[in-house]
């Protein structure tokens, strides 16, 4: 019975936790077009508490968890055969603590450890051509259509010797359409994507085959601004999918039907600094974590060329 609940755990890890890498990602403004040779560095903290859901998959009740995620990220734009285009790359760190009861008894699972990388491809397809700073300025925004490909990288600590780990010993890609549109200080934002996930041919205790179907993921965001870099976002998402197999073995109970509510502030503090703080809620999970998240960022941004 305890190693159905770490199994359960260990299911839950690698479908639940670093909501901010996978299909439960809140981002606002993903789209937002930027003058090329922008830079930016971002320095965020999360903490996400709640209960874990196992939708009758596992005998354990009373699960929790409780876990933080300091991520860097850095952000470069670029013209892209002459629209606007990005990339971003982020490294997070992790550290929870993740209890339940099987048959009555009390378990518990404390890890700490660097989590999978993230790389962030997106080009403007209409609306945002690639602009010097000049342009930059003449330039509103209408309607914007882009397109993006983020991929997750097996980078995070891993040891199949161990139930649970913050890295999944796979690549994760992640194809995505982004629309945003502006009407005076209001915009709507709106992304539809799918993620897809190779196997883990080492998942424990060794040469054990870990699958995963692909997952879709929907979007949408309503921002209001109060002024220049000054404006708060109602956010939500749907994620669908992603049941797992073991050895080829799929269990239908572990497919995804979930939904997460939230709100963004972003908050200028210099002229090239600023701040943005999330808070999201579960608003309807089927399988996984059932948790409320606080995050809190800080940003440095800047222009020119890479020496």
């Known amino acids: 019975m305890q190693t159905f609940f770490r199994l359960g755990l260990a299911a839950v890890l690698l479908l639940s936790p670093l909501c901010v890498l996978r299909a439960q990602d809140l981002t606002p ?3 937002l077009i930027t003058p090329t040779h922008s ?3 971002t320095l965020s903290y999360s903490f996400f508490s709640g209960n874990l859901d196992f939708n009758g998959a596992l005998p354990v009740t009373d699960a929790t968890g409780k876990y933080s995620v300091p991520i860097f990220s850095y952000y470069h734009s670029f013209s892209f055969f002459g629209r606007s285009a990005n990339i971003v790359a982020a490294l997070p760190y992790a550290v929870g603590n993740f209890s339940g009861s ?3 008894e009390g378990r518990s699972i404390y890890r700490s450890g660097l989590a999978d990388s993230a790389y962030r491809f997106s080009v403007n397809l209409k609306g945002g051509p690639a602009m010097a700073p000049k342009e930059f300025l003449k330039w509103r925004q209408k309607l914007l259509l882009g397109a993006g490909l983020t991929v997750i ?7 199949s010797a161990k139930l649970i780990n913050w890295g999944a010993n796979r690549w994760g890609f992640k194809p995505e359409l982004g629309y945003s549109q502006r009407w005076s200080k209001w915009v709507l934002d709106g992304y539809a994507g799918a993620w897809f996930f190779t196997a883990n041919h080492d998942f424990f205790p060794g040469k ?4 995963q179907k692909p997952m879709g993921a929907l979007e949408g965001h309503l921002s209001y ?3 220049p870099k000054l404006w708060v976002s109602l ?5 669908f999918g992603g049941s797992t197999s073991v050895q080829g073995l799929e269990n239908s109970l572990t497919k995804q039907t979930n939904s997460r509510l939230g709100g963004t502030a972003a908050i200028p503090i210099t002229k090239r600094q600023s701040l943005k703080f999330g808070y999201s809620n579960s608003a309807y999970i089927r399988f996984g974590g059932k948790y409320q998240n606080v995050s809190v960022a800080w940003q440095y941004g800047w222009l020119g060329r890479p020496n």
């Open 29 to 31: 403004r993903a789209y």
């Open 225 to 227: 601004d109060f002024k």
């Open 235 to 239: 956010d939500g998402n749907f994620w």
């Open 39 to 41: 830079n930016a560095v």
């Open 102 to 104: 099987v048959a009555g």
């Open 208 to 211: 054990i085959l870990h699958s």
């Open 153 to 159: 990288a097996p980078t995070g600590q891993y040891s």
